[in-house]
T-cell receptor, first 116, second 112 residues
């Protein structure tokens, strides 16, 4: 149990377009979902925390208008990279927790975004 | 398939002690290894990243070492404090760099 999926696994897009990445908890209800970004040869960095039905909390330095996060249901969170630019090319990974306040997170396999 | 194991799963120590957390991985063909800290209900906080060409990295009271040939990494915490209480995770990427494999974590409790 406790499987998290992401779709797509890879996406290549042109500069200026918007890209949506989905994160789903397949066999459990996720009250809280986290979005991370990892640039080449750098560590995983937390972008935002989203709780079902409420606005996401963004980490310092992350533009909320550029990285739109929606957590409309207990099994789905989406990250939309708006007006993507080459510097947004990165590895995006989500994780999900069953109950707010627990420290058990289940990670998705990640999405590799390449902006041309 | 890469497998990452962390020992111990849980650790409770009195404040001030120096401690070592262990991480082992089965496929030594990694290009980096990362250590993270996880507080309850919060996202991961990156602590240290060691490139495959490096033997260790230091940040404040934290020192992480990497021995690729033996498939091991250790995180050394000096002079532990109650604020260090958290779950510590290590992770390695796959060759394509599109997936991270995490260890199960070590839950650390530092008692005042």
């Amino acid at each position: 149990g406790a499987v998290v999926s992401q779709h797509p696994s890879r996406v290549i897009c042109k500069s200026g377009t918007s890209v949506k990445i989905e994160c789903r908890s397949l066999d459990f209800q996720a009250t809280t979902m986290f979005w991370y970004r990892q640039f080449p040869k750098q560590s995983l960095m937390l972008m935002a925390t989203s709780n079902e039905g409420s606005k996401a909390t963004y980490e310092q330095g992350v533009e909320k208008d550029k990285f739109l996060i929606n957590h409309a249901s207990l099994t789905l969170s989406t990250l939309t990279v708006t007006s993507a630019h080459p510097e947004d090319s990165s590895f995006y990974i989500c994780s999900a927790s069953r109950v707010a306040g627990t420290d058990t997170q289940y990670f998705g396999p990640g999405t590799r975004l390449t902006v041309l | 398939k890469q497998e990452v194991t962390q020992i111990p799963a849980a650790l409770s120590v009195p404040e001030g002690e120096n401690l070592v957390l262990n991480c082992s991985f089965t496929d030594s063909a990694i290009y980096n290894l990362q250590w993270f800290r996880q507080d309850p209900g919060k996202g991961l906080t990156s602590l240290l990243l060691i490139q495959s060409s490096q033997r260790e990295q230091t940040s404040g009271r934290l020192n992480a070492s990497l021995d690729k040939s033996s498939g091991r990494s250790t995180l050394y915490i000096a002079a532990s404090q109650p604020g260090d209480s958290a779950t510590y995770l290590c992770a390695v990427p796959n060759n394509a760099g599109n997936m991270l494999t995490f260890g199960g974590g070590t839950r650390l409790m530092v008692k005042p």
